[in-house]
């Protein structure tokens, strides 16, 4: 690899990273239009375990409107340690997640090890994600005071 395909190389993993940054800020932000605009058009997969196996991101979103989208709920979705292979206009990575839930109304806290296997495509020069998988690792649900 010369010179300047490592520099594109490099600017697409940093691509791909602000990609999942700005999809960890939408969710967190309960910004749908957002998360929407994170993936491809037309068909897509999503596994996220118990919360829903989906094709399409209209999908996913209406059940993500009906399930997460509460008054009195306040998300943190930190993203980490992603590793991101790029083969042309292709790319997968792997990212661990560490997500805490504070549900006021309910008071309780909810925290979630994880981590995503991502694949993503290259279409008019933007990344978007293509297959998304979460796993969990751990859950812990604490009652706050």
């Known amino acids: 690899m010369n010179n300047s395909e490592k520099i594109l190389y490099l600017d697409d993993v940093n691509e791909i990273k602000n990609l999942k940054y700005r999809y960890f800020i939408a969710c967190d932000n309960h910004n749908i239009s957002q998360i929407e605009a994170c993936f491809c058009g037309g068909d897509i997969h999503i596994?996220?375990?118990?919360?829903?196996?989906?094709?399409?991101?209209?999908?996913?979103?209406?059940?993500?409107?009906?399930?997460?989208?509460?008054?009195?709920?306040?998300?943190?979705?930190?993203?980490?340690?992603?590793?991101?292979?790029?083969?042309?206009?292709?790319?997968?990575?792997?990212?661990g997640l560490s997500y805490s839930m504070i549900d006021l109304k309910k008071s309780l806290r909810v925290n979630i090890q994880g981590f995503y296997l991502d694949k993503y495509l290259k279409h008019k020069k933007a990344w978007k994600i293509q297959s998304s998988i979460f796993r969990r690792l751990s859950v812990s649900v604490q009652k706050l005071n």
Do not use: R
């Open 47 to 95: 596994d996220f375990e118990n919360f829903g196996t989906f094709s399409s991101i209209q999908s996913m979103l209406k059940v993500y409107k009906d399930k997460s989208i509460n008054d009195g709920q306040i998300e943190s979705h930190l993203g980490k340690n992603p590793v991101i292979n790029i083969h042309n206009n292709q790319a997968d990575a792997k990212w």
